[in-house]
């Protein structure tokens, strides 16, 4: 087939907080139509906007572009404004051809929602049959042949030395400061109920080194900022993890990776190899009850997990947790105690999610087993089930919200334990008072960490315990200080009870010994940025 004279359009509507990101999905599936000899790459253009665009302007820039193909990526964020978006094109323009992919297709290959708009649906990865249907019925259809029902297109997925690269095909440009999602493998060795990945067909198909080392060459000469790597388990294979954390180190240059691993298969060396370049893992806890997460897929030594994060933070590799609220077989009481593990870990951060049941997954055809009572239209949440009730998953929301807002936004990793055994209050308990549902967020860490100062006052008077609170008050100041120091580069100024030496010690993080050891002398000290981390100085000491 000659290549289409007339311009494609691939929609992918993003997150507000990931608006920012290039839209793979999409550009891996233009690049299939370039590789193909289908289409020009001059004649493909990607729109990717935030979901809170006005859909009128959104239907203007597709339109300016007198597209005869338009295709949107689905997921589970996007999928109903996106489905509107199609309903609107195909009334304005009878003739047009209009496509969908991405994962929350399912839901229309279920029948969920409405794929009357689409002339094809693609299910799962795009790039071997939407040439093959591009060639043979948009060809029919462009010469005024009669239009098909919706298609429902499931094809087989293809080597991973078969695919081409929309990054070296030009397809996705990097900009200088950016950031960009980036594929080294595809697969996923397990079959976790509630995910899509690893589903249908087993084993991982590696990107040559070759292409990534191209790639990465791009990434760096383009000055990206910051690569979220996509592989669902970096860290599967131990050596191919080691040699490709040995590349970026040496061509990485300056840019921030973000890494999704498995605890159980970290060692030594390669908690040292992350630790080595500027990087963020992310470790799918989920739960601490083997129990629960046996009937999920998964499993769980506690003992095992927590001597694998711990290897993190010896070698001061930054790392953060998930933790799924709602899941089968769970309950409050059981979720609070999963918290109360993951943050005795001392996690850089906690994300904390609802149980969302995506069509498609294993989860969803049990759904009926398990008394999911959920949301059959996007995002899926769950709303109930036997063990978890409504008012269950309105407090763990409320949790999951007051430790976004007081651990991790307020930065507390360094101080967090230290100040809650000292009460005695497990953290589940500790952060089951605090009320986040509005202040704070979206505020800066100078906020965040006024209402921290204020609910531990709160919380020390009424245990009894204000003979600590000056320590305890040093302890999140010096740190927050510290924290806006490496992270903004911003230098404040404080007052302390205790002098800055003593408050440097590690005997600072058992308040009831360093207060019974340690007199007060008070000082004013600023943090400051320096090109080798934040330093700290004496400014002036105090009778």
Avoid at 249 to 268: C, H, Q, S, V, Y
């Amino acid at each position: 087939m000659n290549e289409i004279e007339f311009p494609l359009v691939l929609v992918s509507l993003q997150s507000p907080e990931d608006s920012e990101v290039l839209p793979l999905g999409a550009a891996c599936a233009a690049a299939s139509l370039v590789k193909a000899g289908l289409i020009e790459k001059k004649h493909v253009f990607l729109l990717s906007a935030s979901i809170a665009y006005e859909p009128k302007l959104l239907l203007r820039r597709i339109a300016e572009k007198s597209p005869r193909v338009v295709g949107f990526s689905l997921y589970c964020w996007n999928s109903k404004v996106s489905i509107d978006l199609a309903a609107r094109l195909r009334a304005d323009f009878p003739d047009l051809l209009i496509i969908a992919g991405g994962p929350d297709a399912e839901w229309l290959a279920l029948g969920g929602g409405q794929a009357k708009p689409f002339d094809a649906v693609f299910l799962g990865e795009a790039e071997v049959g939407l040439p093959a249907w591009f060639a043979e019925t948009a060809a029919r259809v462009f010469a005024s042949g009669p239009r098909p029902r919706t298609a429902f297109i499931r094809a087989r997925p293809a080597e991973a030395a078969a695919l081409p690269s929309p990054w070296l095909e030009d397809i996705l440009v990097p900009k200088r400061g950016a950031s960009v999602a980036w594929e080294l493998t595809r697969g996923c060795p397990f079959r976790c109920a509630y995910c899509y990945e690893g589903r249908g067909f087993s084993g991982l198909r590696h990107f040559e080194r070759e292409r990534l080392a191209a790639e990465l060459e791009l990434f760096t000469r383009s000055g990206v900022g910051k690569v979220f790597v996509l592989d669902p388990t970096f860290n599967v294979q131990r050596k191919r993890a080691l040699s490709l954390l040995d590349l970026f180190m040496e061509k990485g240059g300056g840019i921030l990776w973000n890494f999704e691993i498995r605890a159980e298969l970290l060692d030594r060396a390669q908690a040292e190899a992350f630790a080595k370049i500027p990087c963020s893992l992310q470790i799918g806890l989920q739960s601490a009850s083997p129990e629960v997460l046996e009937k999920i897929g998964r499993d769980l030594n506690r003992k095992n997990f927590a001597s694998k994060t711990r290897l993190l933070n010896d070698t001061g590799a930054v790392f953060g947790l998930d933790l799924i609220y709602g899941l089968p077989g769970d309950s409050l009481s059981g979720f609070r105690r999963s918290l109360d593990f993951a943050l005795s870990l001392m996690p850089n951060h906690l994300d904390i999610f609802p149980l969302a049941i995506l069509p498609g997954t294993r989860l969803y055809e049990q759904r009926e087993e398990f008394g999911f009572d959920c949301d059959s239209e996007p995002p899926y949440l769950l709303r109930s089930h036997p063990t978890f009730s409504v008012q269950d998953m309105g407090e763990a929301e409320r949790l999951a919200r007051a430790c976004k807002v007081f651990y991790s936004d307020g930065r507390a990793v360094p101080w967090f334990l230290a100040l809650l055994k000292a009460i005695r209050l497990a953290p589940s308990s500790f952060l089951g008072g605090f009320e986040a549902s509005r202040e704070g967020i979206g505020k800066g860490h100078h906020a965040i960490e006024a209402l921290q100062l204020a609910y531990i006052a709160r919380i020390y008077g009424e245990k009894n315990r204000l003979d600590l609170l000056p320590a305890a008050f040093d302890l999140i100041r010096y740190h927050g200080a510290w924290s806006r120091a490496f992270a903004e580069g911003a230098a404040s100024t404080l007052r302390l009870s205790y002098s800055l030496q003593s408050l440097e010690s590690p005997e600072s993080l058992d308040l009831e010994y360093f207060c019974a050891h340690n007199e007060k002398r008070p000082c004013e000290i600023e943090v400051y940025p320096t090109p080798r981390g934040p330093k700290a100085r004496i400014l002036k000491r105090h009778a």
